[in-house]
């Protein structure tokens, strides 16, 4: 078992797990240590490396998730924008019809002037 990338240091499991791995594959994979074989210890330390895993990839679906929201976003941000836009230019509706104020905006006739700063 290689040291799993973007660990760091002797503390982190998965370092120290591949580090007890490593070294009792190579130097006594017969032994027993702390009543366990080694393939015991390799079950017993099986659900941290497959979880961490499960992670990994989770991060990665979501990470996909999140910039597929955003690329619909853009494209259905620019489509309502486009049916404002056509309601606006639209000789029998425009920007003082009902439908404009039911979708939520403020007809130009509704609209207060700004405030002029005395002088």
Known sequence: MSTPVGTAGINCILTRISNLTTAWEEVAPELVLAGMTLQE????????????????QLRALLLAGVNAKRTADRRSRKVANQIV??????????PDSALYRAMGFIPNSERKSPKQNPK
């Open 41 to 56: 210890f390799k079950a017993a330390t099986a659900p941290t490396l497959t979880t961490r895993e499960n992670n990994r």
């Open 85 to 94: 836009a056509a309601v606006k230019a639209d000789g029998n509706l425009g």
